[in-house]
């Protein structure tokens, strides 16, 4: 038995389930109240050479204190320039990741500083062994869309510790690497080199950008020079940064959820602001791991609902900016 | 779940303990079957002709003894449409008892770690690119 049942000439289907947090009112409210923040209050910038660089972009600076008032046009034009696709190259070519729109995928935490050992289980401190072991089975695990530097190899010598650990997670996977804790100014072109070394060369980066790092502004409202130093050297060559705010609501933010999302996105867009100021064009990445200050507790529970809430806010947040999005969750 | 319904494109937190401070292999290889139970929510109900099954539904029939379980629809779109629990084990207690000895699922990750961690080999860089790396970690000493 077979019916026929031809094509309709019209059938709206819908891809995917999703919830839907702001109405486009709110976002937009959201986006104006930020506006209002960047331009009336502004942002703290630490280095000279980027304080220059918002100065020549337009910026009111006022070099005795640091402060950076940004233009709202400023932040208008940033989010047009930065390209609302990135795809996270692998080394091998084979998981090759486009972040982009409401695709969803996954990857590791990082970085922690201590472990359960797998033959004990027990806590203790993290090692370069451990790094070795993230990078081997997230390589391995089809849902780690890309490796992000899981813990910290703290056996390694402090000032050459975040290279030791790129030269362990770039030996040990072949998907795309995010440097979790760039912490010298000095390495971040050696980080740059390796994949250079790796791809042929450092032109070659912008169509194989495989590797990427992560950069957190300070909450409140601060960017300092570590963070500036990143984004301006990996957007020289193409490589994307995720400029992630881990603002905490009720502490370094207003407790409500909608001011903590204010504060957030002040944060985040004046690195993107700054990111496209140094290079326009350069791939940004729209990060958060904003969540609750537990004010009972005085800790920050990432397995709290509020933790749910602020990062799908924020993942609206990146779509209505048509900004690739890296959020907490898992 | 939340950022995934959201449409997050990077959920990061796979392995992690204590707010951040501590990873766990055990936990990396559970989120690892959540992820993939996620990504089955975020895929959503397809509304297609083929998956109303409407046709199938008539040829069963309804009543006493008709069941799905032998239809080739079943077997067409079991993979697309159920995702499996992987390490969360869904027998009833007796088989758990029975496969497992009664490991539970945080000892039965920690040892699934184990086994892909001495069978994976990632592929390697090339000998010269991993000196070129090398140099360039010795030269920040």
Known sequence: ?330 | MMAALAGANVIYGMGMLEMGVTFSYAQLLLDDAIAKMVQRVVSGVDVTDDLLAVDVIKEVGGGQGKQFLTCQHTVDFMRKEQVQGGLFDRSVRQTWMANTGGKDVAERANDTAKEILSNHKPEPLEKTVQKEIRRLVESAE
């Open chain 1, 1 to 330: 038995m077979m019916t026929v049942r031809n094509h309709r000439a019209s059938y709206l289907h819908k891809e995917g389930f999703s919830l839907s947090m702001f109405t486009p009112d709110e976002l937009q409210q959201i986006h104006l109240a930020t506006l209002e923040i960047l331009w009336e209050e502004g942002i703290h910038v630490n280095s000279k050479d980027a304080q220059d660089i918002f100065k020549d972009g337009g910026a009111m600076v006022d070099y005795s204190t640091g402060k950076v008032k940004i233009r709202p046009y400023m932040v208008e034009d940033a989010i047009k320039s930065a390209p609302s696709t990135i795809i996270m190259a692998s080394r091998d070519g084979k998981h090759d990741y486009v972040m982009d729109g409401s695709r969803v995928g996954f990857t590791t935490f990082g970085a922690g500083v201590s472990v359960i050992d797998l033959e004990t289980g027990n806590p203790r401190k993290s090692c370069k062994q451990d790094l070795i072991n993230t990078a081997i089975l997230g390589d391995y695990l089809d849902t780690v869309s890309v490796y992000s530097h899981a813990v910290s190899a703290q056996d390694c010598p402090t000032k050459s510790c975040d290279l030791h650990e790129a030269e362990t997670f770039l030996n040990n996977t072949t998907k795309h690497c995010m440097h979790i804790d760039l912490a010298h100014s000095g390495n971040i072109p050696k980080y740059i080199d390796m994949a250079a070394a790796i791809v042929g060369g450092r032109d070659k980066l912008y169509e194989r950008p495989i590797i990427s790092a992560l950069t957190c502004p300070q909450s409140p409202l601060q960017l300092h020079k570590i963070s500036t130093d990143i984004i301006a050297e990996l957007g020289r060559v193409g490589l994307p940064v995720n400029i992630l705010s881990m603002a905490l609501s009720g502490a370094t933010t207003p407790v409500s959820i909608a001011g903590t999302l204010v504060v957030h996105n002040a944060e985040v867009l004046a690195g993107i602001v700054f990111s496209q100021l140094a290079n326009r064009g350069a791939p940004v990445i729209y990060g958060s791991s904003t969540t609750s200050f537990d004010l009972q507790h005085g800790s920050a529970p990432v397995g709290s609902p509020e933790l749910g809430i602020c990062n799908a806010g924020v993942a609206a947040l990146a779509q209505f900016y048509n900004l690739p999005s890296y959020v907490a969750g898992t």
